[in-house]
């Protein structure tokens, strides 16, 4: 997704995959479902925001959504 505004001092995509990684691994009380139930309930907020922003366009939003489902979907088709 094209963000407006972006640069290099925002950090690296690497470094904050880690970070939420790192973070996902301490939820171990809850089932997958669930954390997956609550990252989607968290990322519409998100992507909302950046919506009313103007930090990226309804039309990255939902390329974004589109890419999301075909990357899921053919990962499990391999």
Not at 39 to 59: N, P, S, V
Request: proline share 3%; glycine share 2%.
């Amino acid at each position: 997704m094209a963000l407006r505004n972006s640069t290099v001092e925002d950090g690296s995509l690497e470094e904050c995959l880690d970070e939420i990684n790192d973070f996902v691994q301490t939820l171990t009380r809850y089932p997958p479902r669930m954390i997956a139930m609550a990252i989607r309930a968290h990322l519409e907020i998100l992507l909302r925001a950046m919506l009313e922003c103007d930090l990226c366009t309804r039309e990255d939003v939902q390329q974004f959504a589109q890419e999301l489902q075909q990357e899921v979907l053919e990962e499990i088709d391999a």
